[in-house]
T-cell receptor
Framework: DVKVTQSSRYLVKRTGEKVFLECVQDMDHENMFWYRQDPGLGLRLIYF???????EKGDIPEGYSVSREKKERFSLILESASTNQTSMYLCASNLGTGIHQPQHFGDGTRLSIL | AQKVTQAQTEISVVEKEDVTLDCVYETRDTTYYLFWYKQPPSGELVFLIRRNSFDEQNEISGRYSWNFQKSTSSFNFTITASQVVDSAVYFC??????????????FGQGTRLTINP
């Protein structure tokens, strides 16, 4: 079974802090993704990576950055946290080859910015 | 741009009833993939099904069935004889090609399904 592990289920931070969300997958997947989930909006893509050190912006990258130094690990960084970044964050991964492989998701991190 | 609409925000039924979750999509691509995911209260999204645009056959998996109709751009999901464990938020999604072989999922807003005992 594919396992995508997010480092924290719940996180509380203060405005202006630098926040790191970590994600690790154990299936040697090429692609990794960060989404945020908000009520009534579904999931929206923040950033994705198709290889080590490669990253691309998704639909809502403002206020975020990412890092992928190793294939199995994809980090989401909030450079200076703001209250409008309070949300549920979901990491996902899938194979880079083949056709539109299903994405496998972690349990999510519920982040509150005070 | 790709778009997925799940018009039903919340549905509540009594156990053993059948329930259908609607999904309508928009795309300019001739080849595309559709997905359904389930998000139980624990939070993780669980993959249920993937369907490509060339295969319009309905699919059945136990109590779950999916009806894909290209003519109406719909990919509806039916649970037969619902159970309390089916309570979750269900997302329909459309796969959009990115670069280097990666694809992103364009999600609908989700439908919260509550099955009452």
């Amino acid at each position: 079974d594919v396992k995508v592990t997010q480092s924290s289920r719940y996180l509380v931070k203060r405005t202006g802090e630098k926040v790191f969300l970590e994600c690790v997958q154990d299936m040697d997947h090429e692609n990794m993704f960060w989404y945020r989930q908000d009520p009534g909006l579904g999931l929206r893509l923040i950033y994705f990576s198709y290889d080590v050190k490669m990253k691309e912006k998704g639909d809502i990258p403002e206020g975020y950055s990412v890092s992928r130094e190793k294939k199995e690990r994809f980090s989401l960084i909030l450079e200076s946290a703001s209250t409008n970044q309070t949300s549920m964050y979901l990491c996902a991964s899938n194979l880079g080859t083949g056709i539109h492989q299903p994405q496998h998701f972690g349990d999510g991190t519920r982040l509150s910015i005070l | 741009a790709q778009k997925v609409t799940q018009a039903q925000t919340e549905i509540s039924v009594v156990e053993k009833e059948d329930v259908t979750l609607d999904c309508v999509y928009e795309t300019r691509d001739t080849t595309y993939y559709l997905f359904w995911y389930k998000q139980p209260p624990s939070g993780e999204l669980v993959f249920l099904i993937r369907r490509n645009s060339f295969d319009e056959q309905n699919e059945i998996s136990g109590r779950y069935s999916w009806n894909f109709q290209k003519s109406t751009s719909s990919f509806n999901f039916t649970i037969t004889a619902s159970q309390v464990v089916d309570s979750a938020v269900y997302f329909c999604a459309l796969s959009e090609a990115l670069i280097q072989g990666a694809q992103k999922l364009v999600f609908g807003q989700g439908t919260r399904l509550t099955i009452n005992p």
